[in-house]
């Protein structure tokens, strides 16, 4: 029986690829996802604290809006400490609304992700000529911003369109982190002949689905990111690892979340020596840099 399919990759089983390292001969890459979202008010989409009540919606978009005003703040602070390097996927709105926040995130030197221009839109079910304006847009803003375009990108929402990988690589991105169907870089195949890196984006490890839809609690998150940090150390021996954790300032950076995301963090940097710990676009690099055939 054959079924619809996207057309985008084969089937690979982790088992038996090519196997490779990370600079410095390291086995597991880890990197930070940090979303920065800007919402509209009294319309459009936004993760939700309580059940929301009619527009405007005070009290979920002000809980959102505590993660530009603070959660950020002491969430660079702890990366700060613990000298560990992030990739902020940006909304191209927050360039007008908080460029504090932004020109924090450059005097880190932070890897820029694409994030669409805002997360009260889904990008996916526009149809192809919007899309197309989205990511140009979105690519424009941060080009201007930051002196170049960003290499990567997240949808809004984790939202596709059946086009979405075929106008990212024509728009010249190299990398796209939707896809959460494994733990190594994949290609995609795009029209037109070319293709575009899919790199490991976590769903487990991601606030939003644990604390927003699950209710877990700060605790319990913390947990489930040094339990599966310390299951992929182990299985890093056999091939290449990527973990990413993606985080939202506005869910973690809550203080009584963020004392737990600070134990998760130091158990990982305290293995340090052990991984690689960097940005989504170096990993994306040292993945399209591997001969032909060894990345899926």
């Not at 959102?64 to 613990?82: I, P």
């Not at 290609?187 to 839809?213: K, T």
């Not at 170096?282 to 591997?290: F, L, S, T």
């Amino acid at each position: 029986m054959t079924l619809p399919t996207h057309g985008r990759y084969a089937y690979s089983p982790i088992k038996g690829r090519p196997v490779y390292d990370w600079p410095g001969g390291k086995r597991l890459a880890v990197y930070i996802g940090l979303n920065l979202e800007h919402f509209a008010f009294g319309e459009g989409l936004g993760a939700e604290l309580a059940p929301a009540g009619p527009q405007p919606d005070v009290l979920n978009f002000a809980w959102r809006d505590y993660g530009n005003r603070v959660g950020v703040w002491r969430m660079l602070d702890l990366f700060d400490a613990l000298a560990l390097p992030a990739s902020v996927l940006v909304n191209a709105s927050i360039y007008d609304y908080c460029p504090e926040v932004m020109a924090a995130v450059r005097r880190r030197g932070d890897e820029v992700v694409g994030h669409g221009r805002t997360n009260s839109e889904r990008q996916g079910v526009l149809d192809e000529a919007a899309e197309r304006t989205l990511i140009a847009e979105t690519t424009a803003a941060i080009r201007k911003h930051e002196g170049a375009p960003p290499a990567g990108w997240l949808g809004p929402w984790i939202s596709q369109s059946r086009v979405t990988p075929d106008l990212l690589a024509e728009a010249g991105y190299a990398y796209l982190l939707d896809w959460c169907m494994d733990d190594q870089p994949v290609w995609f195949a795009a029209r037109g002949g070319r293709r575009i890196l899919s790199l490991p984006y976590p769903q487990e490890l991601n606030d939003i689905p644990a604390i927003v839809a699950r209710k877990d609690s700060g605790q319990q998150f913390a947990d489930m990111i040094v339990d599966h940090f310390d299951e992929m150390l182990e299985q890093s021996a056999e091939s290449p690892l990527v973990m990413g954790m993606a985080l939202h300032p506005y869910i973690v950076g809550q203080p009584h979340r963020l004392r737990h995301l600070r134990r998760a963090l130091g158990h990982i940097a305290s293995h340090r020596e052990r991984i690689w710990f960097t940005h989504a676009g170096a990993i994306a690099r040292h993945a399209i840099a591997q001969p032909a055939g060894v990345v899926p």
